[in-house]
């Protein structure tokens, strides 16, 4: 196994272990998650994570293999909605601390750090002030952004913060 599916067979087992103690990653503990559909939590997350720049029903498609059960837009939405914020932040933590204790690479006794950040579009919803943006008479849209700490010898974040644009 090369490197990169190694990094790749750990990102899906701890995403699988997640999904084992769901409850404690959902909104509702209680009922989300509970019953099997097409989106389980590993799925879900999984599919996330994979997402590139197309449309939703572009990227189910290519995910599901363009089979005619593909899950809907609307059933993606629905499950995502149920995920808290925490089980990524969870999930980004957990991967990350597997590959810091593998090397603890300085320069001249010090970790090299750089920071950066980066506006990244969402999903139009105007009901959202915090993130929504209306310049003159345009539709507007919504933006979070992203500040990202690297470490540039040991090629891993360190930190990331996700907030209103």
Request: aromatic letters at 14%; a neutral charge.
């Amino acid at each position: 196994m090369n490197f990169s599916e190694e990094v790749k067979a750990t990102l899906w087992g701890i995403i699988d272990e997640m999904g084992i103690n769901v409850s404690d990653y959902t909104v509702n503990p209680e009922k989300d998650f509970l019953r099997k559909k097409k989106w389980d939590f590993a799925t879900l997350v999984k599919f996330i994570i994979s997402m590139e720049g197309q449309s939703l029903k572009n990227e189910l498609h290519k995910y599901f293999g363009y089979t005619t059960d593909c899950p809907s837009n609307a059933s993606f939405n629905q499950r995502r909605s149920q995920v808290s914020s925490s089980a990524f932040e969870f999930l980004f933590n957990t991967f990350t601390e597997h590959y810091q204790n593998t090397s603890d690479k300085r320069f001249k006794g010090y970790r090299l750090i750089a920071c950066d950040g980066s506006d990244i579009n969402i999903a139009h919803n105007p009901a959202d002030t915090e993130t929504y943006f209306k310049c003159g008479k345009s539709k507007g849209f919504n933006q979070l952004h992203l500040n990202a700490m690297y470490d540039l010898l040991n090629r891993t974040y360190t930190d990331i913060v996700i907030q209103p644009s």
